[in-house]
């Protein structure tokens, strides 16, 4: 029997609520700066959110930007640093709702730097409120009647707006399984080479659980996202090396 070693980046246990889907994100990004040399040479941007929980636990540097404006912020680290790996880490809710327009306009720019976007459908630390990735029909704190598609839209597709753009590489994985846990792991790890190739915009997102507002045990939680949640944001490889996959 093989024992896995935790990744000396995780400092300290996460404080994530049980089953939540960020410390397996945490550990699989972890794990993949380690195995590519690049623990001493990473820096994180992020914003708000239960995101912010990785600030004491995740040991690299981290910059902390105004809600939304986490990409800003990592395109300036980039400017200044570009021997870095420079990444952003934030949420659906901060970074496709008030932070649209500066996620969007980072990789319309082709700007060096990696995103982590964590689409859980949900605003998570302020209580479950209506996030741009809810689904319709959504049940949370400012759609008690489920979300209607009608008056607020349909879920934003982060990879949609991107995949058209001139941009390095993007994907979006989950944590809904062990194979996908190991998908995500090589998604992560190609963006962070696309960046330190010098290939331009890279963004993963990653279809994750909130069962804490989700109110639903963990067995629901993982259902709900391989049956309900993949329909509407498949996952998969969409741009690499500049080039669609899907087209
Ligand atoms: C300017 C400003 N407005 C509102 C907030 C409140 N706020 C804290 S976290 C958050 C969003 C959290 O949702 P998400 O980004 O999806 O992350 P999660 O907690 O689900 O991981 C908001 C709106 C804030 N911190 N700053
Ligand atoms: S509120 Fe949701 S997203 Fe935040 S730590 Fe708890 S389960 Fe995770």
Redesign the pocket.
């Known amino acids: 029997m093989t024992e896995k070693r935790t990744p000396n980046l995780l400092v300290e246990p996460n404080k994530f609520c049980p089953g939540c889907g ?1 410390g397996i994100i945490n550990r699989v990004l972890a794990e993949v700066l380690e195995e590519s040399g690049l623990a001493d040479y990473a820096v994180g941007s992020l914003a ?4 912010c929980l990785m600030m004491d636990t995740f040991g690299t540097d981290w910059v902390q930007a ?2 939304g404006r986490a990409a800003a912020v990592a395109v300036g680290l980039k400017r200044m640093r570009p021997d870095c790996c420079i990444f952003t880490y ?6 496709m709702a ?1 932070g649209f327009s500066e996620t969007l306009y980072a990789a319309i720019r082709n700007e060096n730097i990696t995103a982590i976007l ?1 689409n ?1 459908g ?5 209580g479950g ?1 209506m ?1 741009p990735t809810s689904l319709p029909g959504q049940r949370t704190t400012t759609s008690p009647k489920g979300r209607d598609a009608g008056t607020t839209g349909q879920p934003l597709n982060m990879v949609d707006q991107m995949k058209h753009l001139p941009i390095g590489y993007l994907a979006r994985g989950s944590v809904a399984s062990a194979k996908d846990i190991n998908k995500l792991k090589k998604y992560i790890k190609a963006a962070i080479e696309t960046q330190m190739n010098g290939g331009g915009y890279s963004m993963v997102e990653v279809l994750s659980f ?1 069962p804490t507002n989700w109110k639903m045990s963990m067995e629901k939680s993982v259902a709900h996202v391989q049956n309900t949640v993949k329909n509407i944001f498949p996952v998969g490889e969409f741009v690499k090396n500049g080039e669609r996959t899907d087209a």
């Open positions: 960020h708000v959110g239960c995101s105004p809600h934030q949420g659906d809710g901060d970074s008030i964590v859980n949900i605003f998570g630390m302020t409120q996030a909130c």
